[in-house]
């Protein structure tokens, strides 16, 4: 049997390679690897005191079972979150990520579901965890990171800075293993959030740094992992804005610490301030910033444009999670020349797919080039397509989930297995066209079905992007006694800039088909997101649902 890598092992290992070398810079404060690794062993010494670890080997249980114990992360991007997940992987608890803007119902829905036992909670957030606690009765032990909130301890809970320096135990720590669980839930912006189960191995194949990104032989050994990062320590280096509880975030992370590289923090955590933040790119000498999508590359590129950056060490911008829109991306071509702009097709349910690159001189595929991992399946889910064989659905093979925590149902839906291949459809529409290429269309939980026709909401927020005076926009299908659902959008302009809603569809006009054009444009101070950049569409179509401002309707001949 081939060496089977574990996450916290992997961190370890680097560790060991490049001990001196920083591995997170925060608030004016450099942690290096060796000083991180110590404090995520305090964190796995005191995991394993509770008695929490795994209970059942992977081996004995179905896709959608765990058989180890499981602890939230309640917290925004800090050195603690890192130390948080790596401890708890050293110990075999499997870690999950919170969203840190869930309040009451939603908190106590995801970590029912999750089945935690720890949670590792903000300071800032322990009124909210005070409020449910005793309705969380699987939920044994609190840990509460300390922060500038004011908000005192909570009865029972344990500092965390205090657990990082656990003593090991007399007996030795259980071994962690490639098939421990990496679990990551899904941000819920259709519906309820889910828990995807992966074995370690299989995520840092996958996404985190086993392979390389574009192609090349994978890992096949942690001395190879060691070799690979003594050959340019500290080189490379990230400016972490988008969220560690976003999968992106954390398969950032994992993979620039692959590379022997390091990540940077904005001092604001909360927010982002793009100035800050750019500012602190020119001062850390920083390579590259991933983003989420024009929620988080919008703000940064106008303030690029104000012309107060040199930026000149910055050399990749990657975005993934969420599609830029051809606006914003030409825009960040233009301002920065000697960027080159990466985009990352993948989602919690396959790991990371596609990429493609982009410069100022290269121009932007039409679609991205599938590696032989990647393919589209057939609508009726039977066969996979070849190049040219039309639309279906995006599917990839290989390093792939083991399902949904508690979900066979679901596990069973989204993991079919076709001609003896197991394969990951999560519900994303795509067109392997016959240059090879695959262009992406839409999840199809977000298709709107209007008189019969199929609109990709992401096709009709690309066009109305391209109007000077949209900032940002969602759209979403209202139930409509007529085509059975109309089109609408939900924009948020510019500040001190106005569109109607005739030049709005105008736009639209110009690159799409009139019965794509949405029969309603609804103006909003400011599209509601999850803190990783993803629209949250249930909140945009129940906005819809109580709004009635609408175009004139349009007659058969019209759509047709």
């Known amino acids: ?156 809970a344990v500092n965390f800075e205090t657990i990082v320096h656990t003593a090991p135990p007399s007996t030795a720590m259980p071994a962690p293993s490639g098939e421990d669980l990496f679990i990551i839930y899904t941000g819920g912006t259709t519906g309820m959030p889910k828990g995807v189960l992966w074995r370690q191995h299989d995520i840092f194949m996958s996404s985190m740094g086993g392979r390389p990104l574009g192609g090349g032989p994978a890992l096949e050994s942690l001395e190879a992992l060691q070799a690979r990062v003594r050959q340019a320590p500290g080189a490379l280096s990230l400016l972490m804005v988008a969220p560690f509880m976003h999968g992106a975030g954390q398969w950032a992370t994992f993979y620039l610490m692959t590379m022997g590289g390091w990540i940077a923090l904005p001092d604001d955590v909360r927010t982002l301030d793009p100035a800050k933040a750019l500012r602190l790119v020119d001062q850390l000498g920083i390579t590259g910033i991933p983003v989420v999508g024009d929620a988080v590359a919008r703000p940064l590129i106008d303030e690029i444009e104000t012309g107060g950056h040199d930026l000149r060490t910055l050399l990749t911008i990657t975005n993934g999670g969420a599609p830029l829109s051809p606006t914003v991306r030409d825009r960040i071509l233009a301002a920065l020349p000697h960027v080159a702009l990466v985009d990352v097709i993948g989602s919690s349910e396959t790991g990371t797919q596609m990429n493609r690159l982009s410069t100022a001189e290269v121009a932007e595929a039409t679609g991205f080039s599938p590696s032989d991992a990647t393919a589209v399946i057939s609508p009726d889910r039977e066969r996979v397509l070849a190049p040219g064989g039309g639309q279906g659905w995006l599917a990839q093979r290989g390093f792939i989930p083991l399902g949904y925590l508690g979900d066979p149902a679901k596990t069973s839906a989204t993991y079919p297995t076709i001609d003896g291949v197991r394969w990951s459809l999560p519900g994303d529409r795509a067109e392997y066209r016959s240059d090879g290429h695959i262009v992406l269309l839409g999840r199809d939980s977000l298709t709107i079905n209007t008189g019969g026709e199929k609109v990709f909401v992401e096709e009709v927020e690309q066009a109305l992007c391209a109007h000077d005076a949209v900032y940002d926009v969602v759209v979403v299908g209202r139930p409509c006694p007529r085509w059975g659902q109309e089109v609408v959008a939900i924009v948020q302009l510019i500040d001190g800039v106005e569109a109607t809603d005739q030049e709005l569809a105008a736009t639209c006009s110009e690159r799409l088909a009139r019965y794509k054009i949405p029969k309603s444009f609804i103006r909003t101070s400011t599209i509601l997101r999850s803190p990783a950049g993803k629209a949250d569409y249930r909140w945009a179509r129940e906005l819809a649902i109580r709004t009635s401002a609408q175009l004139p309707e349009s007659t058969p001949s019209e759509i047709a």
Not at 62 to 70: F, K, L, V
Not at 107 to 112: T, W
Not at 130 to 146: H, M, N, T, W, Y
């Open 1 to 156: 049997m081939s060496f089977e890598f574990d996450l916290s092992g992997v961190f370890r290992a680097v560790a060991a390679a490049i001990p001196d070398y920083c591995f997170l810079h925060w608030r004016g404060e450099r942690f290096t690897y060796a000083a991180t690794d110590i404090r995520v062993d305090g964190v796995a010494h005191y995991l394993h005191s509770l008695g929490v670890g795994c209970h059942i080997e992977r081996r004995g249980l179905q896709g959608y079972e765990s058989g180890q114990d499981h602890l939230g992360i309640y917290l925004r991007n800090s050195n603690q979150y890192l130390e948080t997940m790596l401890g708890a992987y050293r110990a075999r608890v499997a870690p999950f990520n919170v969203n840190f803007r869930y309040t009451g119902e939603e908190l106590i829905y995801l970590l029912r579901d999750a089945h935690a036992t720890v949670l590792v909670y903000g300071a800032e957030f322990a009124p909210r965890v005070a409020e449910i606690r005793d309705r969380l009765p699987e939920v044994k032990f609190l840990i509460q990171v300390p922060d500038d909130s004011g908000h005192p301890l909570l009865e029972g």
